[in-house]
């Protein structure tokens, strides 16, 4: 039997300002857990996977890094259903949570001269425990903010999701920078230096649970007569499914090539030092999540769908040249230059696509609606984008990669033609019937 809907709160400015706020920050941590992986895999690699040259090792932590994003579409289930059913409040909480765990076991995982084929195991364990957490993060943060926000400044607020989640990536990069700069030797970092992220996420994970535990419940949710949440109700909405899906696969392959995958593409095929290319991708990284918000805000004037078309067009046109450009490069200053331009095309997709998303599905079924099938989307294309663009360079074809991203982000445009334009047709301003 369905839940009976309590009587929504009546919030004020300034909550739903500290409501989104708060909602952001708890994002910020779940996804500075998540990126400091990324962010020190040059240097734990070889802890766990002795074997191999620099790119065979970073291979191995690549594939245990999509592990983590094939376990994000039973988060997405798991925490979208919780959400839908029971709040997403309750969902934010737990998810929270269950990142600490994650995070706090990759502190204190022996590496392999100690323990052998345990730890890579170990590994493994703890990155399914965090793409479990992160799945659960994605659909039932941006339904929050998309909720809290009022409907003229829709784009903006929600904008600050990707503001965080960039927040959490450039975070750990920033703790990455100060280790290698001003605290620890190449060889403490090789040896030992890398825990202390993990150990730094785990304890600020209890924070944002602390935070998150008296957030206000939103409005949608209070009023929805209905309280569904399951697979079933979610396919009755098979339009809008198929929406997220498309809509997301070029943009999120496009990001996390220029995002996770750059620090890397920059030491290894670039010949930047570790320290240089962390640096690089640390400030263009600051210039993109400050462009977030802007973009959320021209969408509330002119529309979502044309922002996500330039994203489109402007992908494919200069996707191959800007990669081209980049791997040929060794003056610093351009090669923050191009990734800069690459990450202002990525913008027109990733300040938005939440909110666009949350404004596809009614209540009822908008947490799992948002977080599913963008999570299998991600998890087949985000998730494995430096994988195979590892994989290509080793088999000596890497501007294949190029273009695979250029495909796919034309596959994301035909969407963008044809879909409606949700500023314009948002389901979370319709009630839903009993």
């Not at 970092?189 to 996420?201: E, M």
């Not at 995002?259 to 962390?278: E, P, R």
């Not at 990734?339 to 908008?366: D, M, Q």
Request: hydrophobic fraction near 50%.
């Amino acid at each position: 039997m369905n839940e009976q809907p309590t009587a929504p709160p009546v919030l004020g400015m300034r909550e739903r300002i500290r409501a989104i706020l708060i909602g952001s920050s708890g994002n910020l941590v779940e996804w500075y857990d998540f990126y400091v992986y990324a962010a020190f895999s040059l240097y734990f690699a070889k802890a766990f996977f002795p074997a191999g040259d620099q790119t065979a090792q970073l291979l191995n932590t690549a594939a245990i890094f999509a592990v983590g994003f094939l376990m994000r579409p039973i988060g997405a289930w798991l925490f979208g259903r919780m959400a839908d059913r029971h709040g997403r409040r309750v969902a934010l909480t737990t998810s929270v949570l269950l990142m600490c765990f994650g995070s706090a076991l990759l502190a204190v995982t022996p590496v392999y001269a100690t323990i052998g084929i345990a730890a890579p195991i170990i590994l493994l364990v703890a990155r399914m425990i965090q793409g479990l957490s992160l799945g659960g993060e994605y659909g039932t943060s941006a339904t929050y903010l998309s909720e809290m926000a009022t409907a003229e400044r829709r784009g903006f607020y929600s904008s600050f999701q990707y503001v965080t989640l960039i927040g959490g990536q450039l975070a750990a990069m920033l703790v990455l920078v100060v280790l290698q700069k001003f605290v620890l030797t190449p060889a403490e970092l090789d040896a030992w230096g890398w825990r202390i992220p993990f150990a730094i996420g785990a304890a600020l994970a209890v924070v944002a649970y602390v935070m998150r535990r008296d957030l206000a419940e939103t409005e949608a949710f209070h009023r929805s007569k209905r309280r569904e949440g399951s697979l079933k109700a979610l396919f009755a909405h098979p339009r809008e499914v198929a929406i997220v899906v498309g809509l997301t696969l070029g943009g999120t392959l496009a990001f996390y090539t220029y995002t996770t995958y750059m620090q890397k593409f920059l030491v290894n095929t670039s010949g930047f030092s570790k320290d240089t290319a962390t640096l690089i991708s640390a400030s263009a990284l600051f210039v993109y999540m400050l462009m977030q918000p802007v973009v959320g805000a021209i969408s509330d004037k002119i529309g979502r769908r044309p922002v996500l078309i330039t994203f489109g067009v402007l992908g494919v046109l200069f996707t191959v040249p800007l990669l081209t450009a980049i791997q040929s490069t060794q003056d610093p200053l351009t090669a923050f230059f191009l990734i800069l331009a690459g990450l202002a095309i990525v913008s027109c997709y990733t300040a938005i696509n939440a909110v666009v998303k949350a404004e596809l599905f009614p209540t009822s079924v908008r947490a799992l609606g948002v977080g599913l099938p963008y999570a299998l989307t991600v998890a087949l294309f985000g998730g494995t984008a430096e994988y195979i663009a590892l994989w290509l360079k080793q088999a000596g074809r890497e501007t294949d990669f190029f273009w695979y991203v250029t495909i796919c982000i034309g596959l994301s445009l035909v969407v963008y033609a044809t879909m409606r334009d949700t500023r314009n047709d948002s389901a979370i301003n319709k009630s839903e019937g009993p």
